[in-house]
Each structure stands twice: as structure tokens, then as C-alpha cells.
């Protein structure tokens, strides 16, 4: 009969669009979340606490900085490497405090997690900068030996340690210190009061340490810090993104006058633990200046600039996609720029948002919904909506990589095995073709090339090798997307 039939067109309309809800749904993103934020405590160096939840770590470094009297215990060691190195460290302390300065009401169940790897951080840069103002520590361990070694990061004996002085100075690292400090004296404000002053007036004295010796560290230490972390963006972006930091986290309106004395014009379609100045923009743009009526549209212009840098359908961009959809900046550890990029776009669309406002790259008007939706897609890309259906996060989704470059989880933890590994005899575990004996989980490698190819190989660093910085930059996106679209 008729009805009959409109019954069972009925059931099959209600069963096709089942499907389809359930062919579309969104990547767990608060599961990313977790994970992305417990990666950290497989990077620690120093102590490690009862509640590590990474059990095949143990105490390393412990009599780090012992060489000169001081104490550098803790930090993060900042790839798949046993090095110390205090600017992407800085840099990865900041972005983890941003992500809970923005976000942090969207994740009130990982908030102290995230505030805990804030703090190893921080702990860290406090003892880093001890003798301010006449050195800063800025490295601990030769990363040129390191290179030559495959071995666990709790079998490495003490290591050389490294400082810029006024005579061998290190704005940029200076400068990224003084803002990780003043980004999380913000964090700690309210639940940490007397931390959060310690925080500020170390900021104060590393900044003014970075502006008053004026050098570049890839001068000054470029034997050990050049290739693996040179600054080629110079120190100018560290000043400006430490200002910002400090007026911030004081209100102190002779850091925007700073801002205004720098005069920077240059734009960059980057934003990494090397170039600021994006981060930076976006960072002031929220903050009016008295003296200057015009300076808060010239840096919301400016922040603009690099969002149409980075939109595919922007007449002005100038960053490539893959086919499967992923931007993509450079062929080294990729990842990072993809991240952080798309922390300033989930940022932005927020400050756009309090301010209903739109801004337009040539005829194209782009508005807080098109950011987030192309934030979105980077997010979606990473924990495995791609051509290969390879989740880039470790330990998410049914497949991901299985031969990270990361000496700890390749080889066998001093937990099962306690007898020292030596330099070379760990390369046996290097060379194996058996997948990781540990799980770094939560760890955001550096991902696929320009053809969605990845190959899942411990010797390929450029795209298998994690870091703390790509990740810190994912943690607010995470946070973000996982409230909205939470089951």
C-alpha cells in the first residue's frame, strides 16, 4: 500500500542520514587533549614525580649544572634528543601558558595538568636565570656529542652547560625567557600570588638584560646552538613579543611605548620558537595605546597581514597546501608551523568574535567562521582526517606512527632495564626495524611532505621526530574544539 511505501522511504531517508552523521563525526578532540598535554612529562628532565603518568621515564639530569655551582635541574629536553635548549624551551613555556590564558575555561578538567607542564617550565627559566644580570643559562649538553649518542636520557652523566653574558650576549633568548616568565606570572596570578611576582620580576630583569646587551646567542654560542636552534630571525621579534608579554602581565604602559620605539615593519607569514612577530601582533592586538590612537589598527592590520599569508583562498597567501589539505611551510618538521599557525587563527577568530568584527584579504572577507573553520581543518588533518588516515599524534586513533626519532621511546626503559646504555651501543635500537618499545604518547611528530607522504622511519627525523614546540602550540586548539564539539 501507498503509506506502506512512504514508510519504508521514510526509514531508509532516517538511516541514510545516520550514516552520514556518523561518516562525519568529529575526531575525539578532547582525548587529544589529554594526551597532548601528558607528552610533556615524557620530556622532563630532573625528579620525576609520583604522579607521572608516563611510568617508563625516571630521574635525569640530576646533577645538571653542577659544573659551575648551580642548579639547572628539571626542564624539558626539547625533541627526541637528552639536550636542554633554553629557546625553544622558553618559547614552548609561553605557548603553554597562552593556551591556558585563552582557553582554559574550555578544559577545567586538564587546566592543572596544563598549568603543571607550565610549571616545569618555569621552574626551570627561575633557576636559568639565577645570576641575572650577569648571565643567563641558556643550554645544558652539547648537542654535537648528543647527535653522535643513542642513549637514554637517565644514563647521560653531568653535561656541559652554556650562558650569554654582556660581553657574549643572547637577546633572543633573553627575550623569549622574559616572556615565558611574565606569560605565566599571568597563569599564576590568582592561585599562586608570591610565584606569580617571582615570575614578573625575573621577566623584568631577563628583558632588560636581552635589550641592554644587544647580540644574537647564534653569535655568541653558534658552535653549539647553530645549526640546531640558530635564531635567523634575529632578536628584534623576542623584544617585541617579550614587551607584549610584560604589559600583559603588568599594565605597564612604558612596554608599549618600547613596542612604538622598535618600529617594526616587517611581516612573516611564520610564527615559530625562531620568528615572533606574528604571535606577537595578534598577541597586542587587543591593546589600545594611549599616545598613539592609530597603533592598535597598524597592529591589528599587521596580524591581519598573516592570516591572509596563511588562508588558502587569500589572493595574498603564501603558504602552500598538500592535496589533502594540510599547510605546509617548510620540509623540515612541518608540523610546528601548522600548530602554531593554527593557534593564531583559533586566537584571532576569538578576538574577532568580542569584537563582531570582519576583516578582508583582497575581495575575500573572512570572518571569525572561517578562521576557526580553517583552524579546524589543520586539527582535524593532524589527528588523522588525511589521505593516509595516519593520526600524527602518538598513542591516538587505531594508526600512528610506530618508529618515532625519539631516543626514549625507542629504546628499552631503564624501568625493565637498568644496566647503563652506552653512547653508541644504543644504535642497535636505532637501526631495528621493530616499532618502539615505549609510547610517547600525546607526541605531535614532525608529519607528512608536500604529497601527504609520510614514512614511519626512526632515521627520517624531519618527519618522524616529535618536539615540545609543536605541541604546546595545539594544546589551546584542542582545548577550543574539544568544548564545542564535545559528545
Known amino acids: 500500500m501507498m503509506w506502506e511505501r512512504v514508510a519504508v522511504v521514510g526509514i531508509l531517508i532516517w538511516c541514510l542520514a545516520v550514516v552520514c552523521v556518523a561518516t562525519s563525526s568529529h575526531p575525539d578532540y578532547h582525548d587529544a587533549l589529554v594526551k597532548s598535554i601528558i607528552f610533556f612529562e615524557g620530556q622532563r628532565s630532573g625528579k620525576i614525580p609520583s604522579n607521572q603518568t608516563i611510568t617508563w621515564r625516571s630521574d635525569a639530569g640530576l646533577t645538571d649544572g653542577k659544573t659551575e655551582n648551580v ?34 575555561k574550555r578544559m577545567p578538567k586538564e587546566v592543572d595538568r596544563a598549568r603543571e607542564a607550565v610549571r616545569w617550565g618555569v621552574d626551570y627559566l627561575l633557576k636559568a ?36 653574558t654582556p660581553k657574549n650576549p643572547g637577546s633572543e633568548v633573553a627575550g623569549e625567557t622574559a616572556a615565558a616568565l611574565a606569560a605565566a606570572s599571568v597563569v599564576f596570578r590568582t592561585i599562586d600570588p608570591q610565584y606569580s611576582k617571582t615570575l614578573v620580576a625575573t621577566a623584568e630583569k ?61 611581516d612573516s607569514d611564520v610564527f615559530s620558537w625562531d620568528n615572533k612577530l606574528a604571535g606577537a601582533r595578534v598577541l597586542l592586538s587587543r591593546y589600545p595605546h594611549d599616545k598613539d590612537p592609530n597603533a592598535l589598527q597598524k597592529t591589528r592590520e ?62 575575500l572577507v573572512v570572518t571569525r567562521t572561517l578562521l576557526r573553520e580553517q583552524a579546524k581543518k589543520q586539527v582535524d588533518y593532524i589527528l588523522g582526517d588525511n589521505p593516509s588516515g595516519m593520526s600524527y599524534m602518538v598513542g591516538f586513533g587505531n594508526r600512528f606512527p610506530q618508529n618515532i626519532h625519539h631516543r626514549g621511546s625507542s629504546l628499552p626503559s631503564i624501568q625493565l632495564s637498568s644496566e647503563k646504555i652506552g653512547c653508541e651501543s644504543g644504535f642497535d635500537s636505532f637501526k631495528s626495524t621493530n616499532p618502539n618499545p615505549n ?8 608529519g607528512p611532505d608536500l604529497d601527504d607522504s609520510f614514512l614511519d622511519d626512526r632515521n627520517n627525523y624531519a618527519q618522524s621526530e616529535p618536539a615540545t614546540y609543536i605541541n604546546a602550540a595545539l594544546v589551546g586548539p584542542l582545548a577550543y574544539f574539544a568544548d564545542r564539539f564535545h559528545p
Open 71 to 104: 642548579d639547572l635541574t628539571g626542564g624539558y629536553y626539547d625533541a627526541g634528543d637528552n639536550v636542554k635548549f633554553g629557546l625553544p624551551m622558553a618559547f614552548t613555556t609561553t605557548m603553554l601558558s597562552w593556551s591556558v590564558l585563552e582557553f582554559g
Open 439 to 446: 609510547i610517547l604518547t600525546g607526541a605531535i611528530v614532525g
Open 206 to 266: 631577563a628583558f632588560e638584560f636581552a635589550d641592554k646587551y644587544r647580540g644574537n646567542y647564534s653569535d655568541s654560542l653558534a658552535s653549539v646552538v647553530c645549526p640546531f636552534y640558530c635564531s635567523y630571525s634575529g632578536y628584534k621579534d623576542e623584544l617585541l613579543w617579550a614587551a607584549g608579554w610584560l604589559y600583559k602581565a603588568t599594565r605597564n604602559s612604558s612596554y608599549l611605548d618600547y613596542i612604538q620605539s622598535l618600529n617594526i615593519e616587517d
Open 302 to 363: 599587521k596580524a591581519e597581514r598573516f592570516m591572509c599569508s596563511v588562508l588558502p583562498n587569500s589572493p595574498s597567501a603564501t603558504v602552500r597546501y598538500t592535496p589533502g589539505g594540510l599547510m605546509y611551510k617548510l620540509n623540515g618538521s612541518n608540523l610546528q608551523y601548522v600548530t602554531s599557525s593554527t593557534f593564531l587563527l583559533t586566537t584571532y577568530a576569538k578576538y574577532l568574535q568580542s569584537s563582531d568584527g570582519t576583516f578582508k584579504c583582497g575581495d
Open 129 to 164: 636565570s639565577c645570576q641575572l644580570p650577569n648571565a643567563l643559562y641558556v643550554q645544558v649538553g652539547d648537542a654535537n656529542a648528543d647527535h653522535k649518542c643513542w642513549q637514554r636520557a637517565e644514563d647521560i652523566n653531568t653535561q656541559p652547560i652554556f650562558k650569554v
